[in-house]
Protein backbone atom coordinates (compact mmCIF):
# COMPACT_ATOMS: atom_id res chain seq x y z
CA UNK A 1 0.00 0.00 0.00
CA UNK A 2 1.19 3.45 -0.80
CA UNK A 3 1.84 6.46 1.57
CA UNK A 4 -1.69 7.66 0.34
CA UNK A 5 -3.79 5.32 0.54
CA UNK A 6 -2.69 4.10 3.76
CA UNK A 7 -3.35 8.23 5.28
CA UNK A 8 -6.46 7.79 3.36
CA UNK A 9 -7.71 4.47 5.43
CA UNK A 10 -5.97 6.39 8.48
CA UNK A 11 -8.27 10.02 8.15
CA UNK A 12 -11.42 7.93 7.31
CA UNK A 13 -11.03 5.38 9.99
CA UNK A 14 -8.61 6.06 13.11
CA UNK A 15 -9.07 8.00 16.15
CA UNK A 16 -6.03 8.80 17.30
CA UNK A 17 -4.80 9.22 21.42
CA UNK A 18 -4.45 12.32 23.18
CA UNK A 19 -5.10 13.89 19.63
CA UNK A 20 -7.52 17.07 17.87
CA UNK A 21 -8.88 14.86 15.22
CA UNK A 22 -10.31 17.95 13.36
CA UNK A 23 -6.62 18.93 13.38
CA UNK A 24 -5.13 15.62 12.85
CA UNK A 25 -6.95 14.85 8.76
CA UNK A 26 -6.07 18.29 7.94
CA UNK A 27 -2.01 18.49 8.83
CA UNK A 28 0.63 16.18 7.15
CA UNK A 29 1.55 13.22 9.26
CA UNK A 30 4.36 10.66 9.44
CA UNK A 31 3.82 7.30 8.90
CA UNK A 32 6.56 4.93 10.66
CA UNK A 33 7.10 1.95 8.79
CA UNK A 34 10.19 0.58 11.08
CA UNK A 35 13.10 1.75 12.87
CA UNK A 36 16.77 1.51 14.08
CA UNK A 37 18.58 1.80 17.24
CA UNK A 38 17.36 5.50 18.24
CA UNK A 39 15.95 6.48 15.40
CA UNK A 40 11.89 6.17 13.64
CA UNK A 41 11.76 5.58 9.88
CA UNK A 42 9.10 6.35 7.76
CA UNK A 43 7.31 5.50 4.65
CA UNK A 44 9.06 7.17 2.59
CA UNK A 45 12.44 6.18 4.35
CA UNK A 46 12.94 9.42 5.87
CA UNK A 47 15.22 8.90 9.98
CA UNK A 48 13.69 10.71 12.81
CA UNK A 49 15.43 10.90 15.98
CA UNK A 50 12.79 9.35 18.78
CA UNK A 51 13.32 12.44 21.28
CA UNK A 52 10.23 10.99 23.87
CA UNK A 53 11.57 7.34 23.50
CA UNK A 54 7.98 6.69 21.78
CA UNK A 55 5.98 8.46 24.69
CA UNK A 56 8.31 7.50 27.61
CA UNK A 57 8.54 3.71 26.88
CA UNK A 58 11.83 2.81 25.31
CA UNK A 59 15.12 2.12 26.65
CA UNK A 60 17.96 1.00 24.56
CA UNK A 61 16.71 2.00 20.93
CA UNK A 62 14.41 0.13 18.70
CA UNK A 63 15.61 -2.94 17.46
CA UNK A 64 17.82 -4.00 20.33
CA UNK A 65 19.10 -7.43 19.27
CA UNK A 66 18.69 -9.21 22.83
CA UNK A 67 15.24 -8.16 23.26
CA UNK A 68 14.40 -8.91 19.46
CA UNK A 69 15.82 -12.56 19.84
CA UNK A 70 14.66 -12.89 23.34
CA UNK A 71 10.82 -12.19 22.36
CA UNK A 72 11.68 -14.59 18.90
CA UNK A 73 12.80 -17.38 21.19
CA UNK A 74 9.82 -16.74 23.01
CA UNK A 75 7.79 -16.83 20.32
CA UNK A 76 8.41 -20.28 19.66
CA UNK A 77 7.16 -21.73 22.29
CA UNK A 78 4.14 -19.87 23.41
CA UNK A 79 2.85 -16.13 22.49
CA UNK A 80 0.13 -15.78 25.47
CA UNK A 81 -1.04 -18.43 28.19
CA UNK A 82 -3.17 -17.46 31.26
CA UNK A 83 -1.73 -16.36 34.51
CA UNK A 84 -5.39 -17.03 36.18
CA UNK A 85 -4.99 -20.41 37.67
CA UNK A 86 -1.54 -21.10 35.50
CA UNK A 87 1.74 -20.03 35.99
CA UNK A 88 4.60 -19.99 33.27
CA UNK A 89 8.70 -19.94 32.87
CA UNK A 90 8.86 -16.08 31.46
CA UNK A 91 6.97 -14.99 34.56
CA UNK A 92 8.82 -16.53 36.76
CA UNK A 93 12.30 -15.87 35.57
CA UNK A 94 11.25 -12.03 35.35
CA UNK A 95 10.30 -12.14 38.73
CA UNK A 96 13.50 -13.48 39.88
CA UNK A 97 15.27 -11.08 38.51
CA UNK A 98 12.90 -7.94 39.17
CA UNK A 99 14.11 -9.16 43.02
CA UNK A 100 17.60 -8.26 42.15
CA UNK A 101 16.16 -4.59 41.26
CA UNK A 102 13.20 -3.97 43.69
CA UNK A 103 13.92 -1.51 47.15
CA UNK A 104 14.52 -3.51 50.01
CA UNK A 105 11.07 -4.82 51.41
CA UNK A 106 9.07 -4.95 48.35
CA UNK A 107 8.60 -8.86 47.69
CA UNK A 108 5.38 -9.40 45.42
CA UNK A 109 4.61 -8.59 42.18
CA UNK A 110 1.00 -8.42 41.01
CA UNK A 111 1.45 -7.98 36.98
CA UNK A 112 -0.83 -6.46 34.29
CA UNK A 113 -0.44 -4.49 31.25
CA UNK A 114 0.05 -0.97 31.11
CA UNK A 115 0.38 1.88 33.69
CA UNK A 116 -3.22 2.91 34.74
CA UNK A 117 -3.95 -0.45 35.43
CA UNK A 118 -0.76 -1.10 37.63
CA UNK A 119 -2.02 1.94 39.18
CA UNK A 120 -5.86 1.03 39.36
CA UNK A 121 -4.60 -2.08 40.94
CA UNK A 122 -2.42 -0.03 43.74
CA UNK A 123 -5.42 1.78 44.74
CA UNK A 124 -7.65 -1.25 44.69
CA UNK A 125 -5.04 -3.37 46.62
CA UNK A 126 -4.61 -0.21 49.23
CA UNK A 127 -8.34 -0.05 50.09
CA UNK A 128 -8.81 -4.03 50.02
CA UNK A 129 -6.07 -4.38 52.48
CA UNK A 130 -7.28 -1.59 54.98
CA UNK A 131 -10.71 -3.51 54.61
CA UNK A 132 -9.37 -6.84 55.61
CA UNK A 133 -6.76 -5.49 58.09
CA UNK A 134 -9.52 -4.83 60.40
CA UNK A 135 -9.41 -2.69 63.15
CA UNK A 136 -11.20 0.94 61.99
CA UNK A 137 -9.57 -0.05 58.39
CA UNK A 138 -13.17 -0.26 57.11
CA UNK A 139 -12.90 3.64 57.18
CA UNK A 140 -9.87 4.11 55.01
CA UNK A 141 -11.70 4.51 51.64
CA UNK A 142 -9.98 7.43 50.05
CA UNK A 143 -6.47 8.55 49.05
CA UNK A 144 -4.58 11.36 49.52
CA UNK A 145 -3.53 12.79 45.86
CA UNK A 146 -1.44 15.68 44.69
CA UNK A 147 -2.70 18.38 42.07
CA UNK A 148 -1.14 17.93 38.42
CA UNK A 149 -0.84 14.08 39.30
CA UNK A 150 -1.17 11.66 36.56
CA UNK A 151 -1.46 8.18 36.76
CA UNK A 152 -3.14 6.87 33.56
CA UNK A 153 -6.36 7.55 32.29
CA UNK A 154 -9.03 4.91 33.17
CA UNK A 155 -11.22 5.89 36.07
CA UNK A 156 -9.73 5.21 39.04
CA UNK A 157 -6.37 6.22 38.06
CA UNK A 158 -8.12 9.39 36.73
CA UNK A 159 -9.94 10.05 40.17
CA UNK A 160 -6.05 9.71 41.90
CA UNK A 161 -4.97 12.12 39.07
CA UNK A 162 -5.28 16.16 39.45
CA UNK A 163 -4.95 17.43 35.76
CA UNK A 164 -7.97 19.38 35.35
CA UNK A 165 -7.38 19.45 31.18
CA UNK A 166 -7.50 15.77 31.19
CA UNK A 167 -10.10 15.50 34.08
CA UNK A 168 -12.08 17.49 35.06
CA UNK A 169 -14.95 17.00 32.58
CA UNK A 170 -15.11 13.07 34.30
CA UNK A 171 -15.18 14.65 37.95
CA UNK A 172 -19.12 13.00 38.23
CA UNK A 173 -18.25 9.60 37.69
CA UNK A 174 -14.79 9.79 39.69
CA UNK A 175 -14.22 8.93 43.66
CA UNK A 176 -13.66 11.67 45.67
CA UNK A 177 -9.97 11.66 47.26
CA UNK A 178 -8.15 14.85 49.22
CA UNK A 179 -5.99 16.61 47.27
CA UNK A 180 -3.06 18.74 48.46
CA UNK A 181 -1.21 21.05 46.15
CA UNK A 182 1.76 19.17 44.25
CA UNK A 183 5.20 21.15 44.48
CA UNK A 184 5.59 22.88 41.67
CA UNK A 185 8.28 25.39 42.28
CA UNK A 186 8.21 27.74 39.43
CA UNK A 187 4.59 28.10 39.95
CA UNK A 188 4.64 28.23 43.80
CA UNK A 189 1.05 27.67 45.22
CA UNK A 190 2.26 29.14 48.35
CA UNK A 191 4.46 31.66 46.93
CA UNK A 192 7.33 30.74 48.53
CA UNK A 193 10.80 30.68 47.00
CA UNK A 194 12.70 27.39 47.45
CA UNK A 195 15.82 28.30 49.40
CA UNK A 196 13.18 29.94 52.34
CA UNK A 197 10.02 27.70 52.33
CA UNK A 198 11.50 24.41 54.48
CA UNK A 199 9.11 22.45 51.98
CA UNK A 200 6.13 24.37 52.76
CA UNK A 201 4.05 21.95 50.60
CA UNK A 202 5.30 18.87 52.50
CA UNK A 203 4.33 20.68 55.93
CA UNK A 204 0.92 21.12 54.34
CA UNK A 205 0.22 17.41 53.05
CA UNK A 206 1.22 16.50 56.53
CA UNK A 207 -1.12 18.15 58.65
CA UNK A 208 -3.80 17.42 55.99
CA UNK A 209 -2.58 13.95 56.39
CA UNK A 210 -3.36 14.03 60.18
CA UNK A 211 -6.44 15.78 59.62
CA UNK A 212 -8.09 13.45 56.75
CA UNK A 213 -5.98 9.89 58.79
CA UNK A 214 -9.02 7.69 59.44
CA UNK A 215 -10.12 7.98 56.03
CA UNK A 216 -7.38 7.71 54.16
CA UNK A 217 -5.94 4.46 52.62
CA UNK A 218 -2.42 5.72 51.26
CA UNK A 219 -0.90 9.01 49.74
CA UNK A 220 -0.52 8.62 45.96
CA UNK A 221 2.58 10.69 44.32
CA UNK A 222 4.51 10.27 41.25
CA UNK A 223 8.06 9.79 42.98
CA UNK A 224 10.00 12.90 42.40
CA UNK A 225 8.75 14.00 38.41
CA UNK A 226 5.17 14.76 37.90
CA UNK A 227 5.57 13.89 34.60
CA UNK A 228 2.60 14.91 32.46
CA UNK A 229 1.97 17.72 34.68
CA UNK A 230 4.73 19.08 32.29
CA UNK A 231 8.00 17.39 34.20
CA UNK A 232 7.42 18.94 36.91
CA UNK A 233 10.64 18.31 39.20
CA UNK A 234 9.72 17.96 43.03
CA UNK A 235 12.04 19.79 45.20
CA UNK A 236 15.02 17.59 47.03
CA UNK A 237 13.45 16.03 50.57
CA UNK A 238 9.88 16.17 49.46
CA UNK A 239 9.26 12.43 48.99
CA UNK A 240 10.96 11.35 51.99
CA UNK A 241 8.94 13.97 53.97
CA UNK A 242 5.91 12.22 51.79
CA UNK A 243 6.97 8.83 53.48
CA UNK A 244 8.05 10.41 57.25
CA UNK A 245 4.10 11.73 57.09
CA UNK A 246 2.69 8.76 55.59
CA UNK A 247 4.16 6.44 58.50
CA UNK A 248 3.45 9.19 60.71
CA UNK A 249 -0.15 9.14 60.08
CA UNK A 250 -0.41 5.16 59.60
CA UNK A 251 -1.76 4.84 56.44
CA UNK A 252 0.29 3.27 53.09
CA UNK A 253 2.08 5.06 50.57
CA UNK A 254 1.41 4.37 46.73
CA UNK A 255 4.41 5.38 44.31
CA UNK A 256 3.79 5.56 40.66
CA UNK A 257 7.42 4.87 39.00
CA UNK A 258 5.34 4.00 35.52
CA UNK A 259 7.43 6.85 33.93
CA UNK A 260 10.52 7.20 36.42
CA UNK A 261 11.49 3.67 36.52
CA UNK A 262 14.14 2.10 34.98
CA UNK A 263 16.93 4.59 34.64
CA UNK A 264 15.37 7.04 33.23
CA UNK A 265 15.99 9.63 36.39
CA UNK A 266 19.99 8.62 37.06
CA UNK A 267 18.80 5.83 39.43
CA UNK A 268 17.33 2.33 38.86
CA UNK A 269 13.79 4.02 40.58
CA UNK A 270 13.14 7.74 41.50
CA UNK A 271 12.81 6.79 45.10
CA UNK A 272 16.19 5.57 45.28
CA UNK A 273 17.04 8.90 45.20
CA UNK A 274 15.72 9.38 48.61
CA UNK A 275 16.48 6.37 49.98
CA UNK A 276 12.35 6.07 50.32
CA UNK A 277 10.55 2.59 49.86
CA UNK A 278 7.07 2.70 49.21
CA UNK A 279 4.46 0.26 50.45
CA UNK A 280 3.15 -0.13 46.74
CA UNK A 281 5.05 0.60 43.49
CA UNK A 282 3.04 0.57 40.19
CA UNK A 283 6.18 -0.32 37.08
CA UNK A 284 5.10 -0.19 33.18
CA UNK A 285 6.61 1.70 30.11
CA UNK A 286 10.10 0.81 30.39
CA UNK A 287 9.79 -2.42 31.76
CA UNK A 288 9.82 -4.34 28.41
CA UNK A 289 12.31 -1.50 27.36
CA UNK A 290 9.70 0.00 25.49
CA UNK A 291 8.49 -3.14 22.93
CA UNK A 292 5.47 -4.54 24.76
CA UNK A 293 2.34 -4.00 27.19
CA UNK A 294 3.39 -5.13 30.12
CA UNK A 295 3.17 -3.34 34.03
CA UNK A 296 3.76 -4.61 37.34
CA UNK A 297 2.55 -3.45 40.44
CA UNK A 298 4.93 -4.41 43.43
CA UNK A 299 3.96 -4.81 47.41
CA UNK A 300 4.94 -5.57 50.71
CA UNK A 301 4.67 -9.12 52.39
CA UNK A 302 2.84 -6.95 54.88
CA UNK A 303 -0.05 -5.76 52.63
CA UNK A 304 0.26 -9.90 50.69
CA UNK A 305 -0.54 -11.33 54.13
CA UNK A 306 -3.82 -9.21 54.82
CA UNK A 307 -5.18 -11.22 51.12
CA UNK A 308 -4.60 -14.64 52.66
CA UNK A 309 -7.28 -16.86 53.95
CA UNK A 310 -9.48 -19.71 53.74
CA UNK A 311 -11.10 -19.66 50.38
CA UNK A 312 -14.64 -19.11 51.56
CA UNK A 313 -13.46 -15.89 53.54
CA UNK A 314 -13.16 -14.05 50.06
CA UNK A 315 -9.77 -12.51 51.10
CA UNK A 316 -8.97 -12.95 47.41
CA UNK A 317 -7.89 -9.91 45.41
CA UNK A 318 -10.48 -10.39 42.66
CA UNK A 319 -8.57 -8.37 39.52
CA UNK A 320 -6.84 -9.86 36.69
CA UNK A 321 -6.83 -9.20 32.89
CA UNK A 322 -7.04 -11.07 30.06
CA UNK A 323 -3.49 -10.34 29.17
CA UNK A 324 -1.96 -10.25 32.73
CA UNK A 325 1.62 -10.96 32.96
CA UNK A 326 1.46 -11.94 29.04
CA UNK A 327 4.89 -14.74 28.14
CA UNK A 328 6.38 -12.16 25.26
CA UNK A 329 6.25 -9.19 27.48
CA UNK A 330 7.60 -11.31 29.99
CA UNK A 331 10.65 -12.17 27.87
CA UNK A 332 11.16 -8.65 26.65
CA UNK A 333 11.29 -7.32 30.43
CA UNK A 334 14.13 -10.30 30.80
CA UNK A 335 16.29 -9.13 28.11
CA UNK A 336 15.99 -5.63 29.48
CA UNK A 337 17.01 -6.24 33.33
CA UNK A 338 19.52 -8.35 31.72
CA UNK A 339 20.80 -5.22 29.49
CA UNK A 340 21.19 -3.59 33.05
CA UNK A 341 23.06 -6.61 34.67
CA UNK A 342 25.34 -6.67 32.08
CA UNK A 343 26.27 -2.76 30.79
CA UNK A 344 26.52 0.57 32.73
CA UNK A 345 23.28 1.80 31.87
CA UNK A 346 22.95 3.98 35.22
CA UNK A 347 27.00 5.21 34.40
CA UNK A 348 25.95 6.22 31.12
CA UNK A 349 22.91 8.03 31.64
CA UNK A 350 25.11 10.03 34.23
CA UNK A 351 27.18 11.14 31.57
CA UNK A 352 24.52 11.88 28.66
CA UNK A 353 22.24 14.39 31.48
CA UNK A 354 25.21 16.02 32.20
CA UNK A 355 25.64 16.84 28.87
CA UNK A 356 22.14 18.28 28.42
CA UNK A 357 22.61 19.81 31.33
CA UNK A 358 25.18 21.75 30.02
CA UNK A 359 23.37 22.56 26.65
CA UNK A 360 19.75 23.47 28.63
CA UNK A 361 21.52 25.93 30.14
CA UNK A 362 21.67 27.78 26.05
CA UNK A 363 18.10 28.63 26.94
CA UNK A 364 17.72 29.32 30.71
CA UNK A 365 18.06 33.15 29.67
CA UNK A 366 15.77 33.42 26.52
CA UNK A 367 12.98 35.82 27.41
CA UNK A 368 10.55 33.44 26.72
CA UNK A 369 11.54 30.53 28.71
CA UNK A 370 9.96 30.57 32.43
CA UNK A 371 11.65 27.23 33.19
CA UNK A 372 14.04 24.73 32.53
CA UNK A 373 13.84 21.24 34.91
CA UNK A 374 15.20 18.42 34.17
CA UNK A 375 15.89 15.01 36.20
CA UNK A 376 18.28 12.57 34.53
CA UNK A 377 16.79 11.90 31.06
CA UNK A 378 13.67 14.07 31.92
CA UNK A 379 13.32 17.68 30.79
CA UNK A 380 11.10 19.85 30.27
CA UNK A 381 11.59 23.53 29.04
CA UNK A 382 8.50 25.83 30.18
CA UNK A 383 7.65 28.40 27.10
CA UNK A 384 5.73 31.50 28.53
CA UNK A 385 4.84 35.12 27.15
CA UNK A 386 6.38 36.99 29.62
CA UNK A 387 9.07 35.86 32.06
CA UNK A 388 8.60 37.85 34.52
CA UNK A 389 5.01 37.91 35.01
CA UNK A 390 5.21 33.80 34.07
CA UNK A 391 2.26 34.43 31.43
CA UNK A 392 1.61 31.74 29.50
CA UNK A 393 0.87 31.77 25.97
CA UNK A 394 -3.01 31.88 25.00
CA UNK A 395 -3.75 28.53 24.04
CA UNK A 396 -4.84 28.98 20.21
CA UNK A 397 -1.46 30.14 19.49
CA UNK A 398 -0.59 26.61 19.76
CA UNK A 399 3.28 27.20 20.73
CA UNK A 400 4.41 24.04 22.13
CA UNK A 401 2.61 21.92 18.94
CA UNK A 402 4.19 24.31 16.68
CA UNK A 403 7.75 23.83 17.96
CA UNK A 404 7.53 20.00 18.13
CA UNK A 405 5.92 19.93 14.32
CA UNK A 406 8.75 22.51 13.35
CA UNK A 407 11.06 20.32 15.18
CA UNK A 408 10.44 17.01 12.34
CA UNK A 409 11.74 19.49 9.11
CA UNK A 410 15.20 18.51 11.29
CA UNK A 411 14.34 14.94 11.47
CA UNK A 412 13.22 14.88 15.43
CA UNK A 413 10.35 13.84 17.08
CA UNK A 414 9.06 15.06 20.33
CA UNK A 415 5.76 15.75 22.07
CA UNK A 416 4.82 18.92 24.09
CA UNK A 417 2.65 18.69 27.14
CA UNK A 418 0.55 22.43 26.24
CA UNK A 419 3.76 24.78 25.82
CA UNK A 420 6.23 22.90 27.94
CA UNK A 421 8.49 21.14 25.50
CA UNK A 422 9.87 17.57 26.46
CA UNK A 423 13.03 16.28 25.61
CA UNK A 424 12.83 12.02 27.25
CA UNK A 425 15.54 10.28 24.85
CA UNK A 426 16.63 6.69 25.14
CA UNK A 427 19.31 5.65 27.72
CA UNK A 428 20.84 4.95 24.74
CA UNK A 429 21.41 8.49 23.36
CA UNK A 430 25.07 9.20 22.58
CA UNK A 431 26.52 12.51 23.63
CA UNK A 432 26.13 13.63 19.77
CA UNK A 433 22.64 12.66 19.65
CA UNK A 434 22.59 14.85 23.03
CA UNK A 435 24.10 17.51 20.64
CA UNK A 436 21.99 16.99 17.39
CA UNK A 437 18.53 16.82 19.98
CA UNK A 438 19.10 20.37 21.90
CA UNK A 439 20.44 21.98 18.64
CA UNK A 440 17.31 21.17 16.71
CA UNK A 441 14.96 21.98 19.72
CA UNK A 442 16.48 25.18 20.41
CA UNK A 443 16.21 25.82 16.61
CA UNK A 444 12.93 24.86 16.52
CA UNK A 445 12.19 26.76 19.60
CA UNK A 446 14.11 30.55 18.23
CA UNK A 447 11.78 29.92 15.01
CA UNK A 448 8.39 29.48 16.56
CA UNK A 449 8.92 32.08 18.94
CA UNK A 450 10.22 34.38 16.56
CA UNK A 451 6.96 34.60 14.68
CA UNK A 452 4.86 34.85 17.55
CA UNK A 453 6.49 37.52 19.73
CA UNK A 454 6.24 39.69 16.73
C1 LIG B 1 2.12 6.93 31.34
C2 LIG B 1 1.81 6.98 32.79
C3 LIG B 1 0.77 6.22 33.34
C4 LIG B 1 -0.19 5.43 32.49
O1 LIG B 1 0.44 4.40 31.82
P1 LIG B 1 -0.29 3.76 30.51
O2 LIG B 1 0.57 2.59 30.19
O3 LIG B 1 -0.26 4.84 29.48
O4 LIG B 1 -1.66 3.39 30.91
C5 LIG B 1 0.60 6.24 34.71
N1 LIG B 1 1.40 6.97 35.49
C6 LIG B 1 2.41 7.72 35.01
C7 LIG B 1 3.27 8.48 35.94
C8 LIG B 1 2.64 7.77 33.63
O5 LIG B 1 3.59 8.54 33.13
Redesign the pocket.
Known amino acids: MDAEKLMKIDRDHIWHPFTQMADWVREEQIIIERAEGNYLIDVQGRRFFDGVSSL?VNLFGHRRREIDEKIREQLSRVAHSTFLGLTHVPAIELTEKLMGFLPQGLSRVFYSD???TA?EIALKMAFQYWKQKGNGGEEKTTFLTLTGA????TIG?VSAGGIDLFHSIFRPLLFETVKVPGPYCFRCPYDLTLDKCGLHCAEVLREKLMEEKERVAAVVV?PLVQ??AGMIVHPEGFLRRVREAADEAGVLLIV?E??TGFGRTGRMFAVEHEGVVPDIMAL??GITGGYLPL?ATVTTEEVYSAFLGRYEEFKTFFHGHSYTANPLGCAAAIATLEIFEREDVLGHVQEVSSRLSERLQEVKDHPNVGDVRQKGLMVGIEIVRDRETKEPFPPELKVGQRVIRKTRERGLIIRPLGDVIVLMPPLSTTLEEVDTLCDVTFWAMEEVLRETVR
Open positions: WNGSMYHGDSEGADVAAKA
